[in-house]
């Protein structure tokens, strides 16, 4: 792949309280490794990855990794609103960070209007399940994204598992929204840039023709 060519451009933020896991989950995607030791994030860290999302369509992820302490919310908050993807991830292991998710996901969504951003739920840690540390049950989590109207994965950072799948169940998510309408392109918004605009727009017409238009859904 030409890493110098895409079409499109998602900013992705990573969101969740502190150790749960972030950056590490994101080092695994971007990079394929696992440090069993890694710097607590200070402020905003930035990682790149491109993505084929079908056929000759490229797309240029941009993620935003924030720190999940308060003292460092007013520098964060501020990359909610150009966002069009957040990972709302929560340590299996820890009851609170699970607990503090509805709280995540409702002050993102009150700082992006006019804006849309999607969202998956991510349950980290899951190869420490094993040990009988889970506290939070894969019911508790399904419940909870059904209530949030948003998939539910369980990753990995340590062992891979469904590190890839996550991120890329969310630019594809992204994506369809784009081509469904759901997602637009709006002046003076940076979630998504789109190198041809006139191309997206044909083929949007060319889906709707062919029958095969993606649906909106609810994720927000």
């Keep these: 792949m030409d890493l110098t060519m895409w079409q499109y451009q998602f900013r992705i933020i ?5 150790t749960v896991g972030k950056s590490s989950l994101l080092k ?9 030791s890694i710097n607590e994030t200070v402020g905003v860290d930035f990682y790149v990855h491109f993505l084929e999302v079908e056929p000759g369509v490229r797309v240029k992820l941009q993620f935003w990794d924030t720190a999940g302490q308060e003292r460092f919310r007013s520098v964060t908050r501020s990359y909610y609103r150009n966002s069009v993807g957040g990972l709302l991830v929560f340590d299996m292991t820890n009851r609170n960070s699970f607990d503090n998710i ?3 996901h409702t002050e993102v969504c009150a700082r992006v209007q006019p804006y849309t951003v999607l969202f998956i739920l991510v349950g980290h840690k899951s190869d420490r399940e094993a040990d009988g540390e889970r506290m939070v049950s894969r019911l ?4 909870l994204a059904g209530q949030l109207g948003v998939p539910y994965v369980e ?5 891979g598992k ?6 890329e169940l969310l630019t594809r998510q992204v994506y369809q929204g784009l081509l469904s309408g759901e997602v637009k392109l709006q002046e003076g918004w940076d979630g998504v840039k789109c190198a041809a605009p006139q191309a997206l727009q044909l083929r949007r017409v060319s889906l709707a023709q062919s029958g095969k238009a993606p649906k909106k859904n609810c994720c927000r």
Excluded: C, I, P
């Design 140 to 143: 508790e989590a399904e419940k």
């Design 162 to 167: 469904n590190a890839k799948e996550a991120f």
């Design 155 to 159: 990753t990995s950072a340590k062992t």
């Design 102 to 104: 509805k709280e995540w």
């Design 28 to 36: 695994r995607y971007t990079d394929g490794q696992f440090l069993e």
């Design 14 to 18: 990573m969101l969740g309280d502190s």
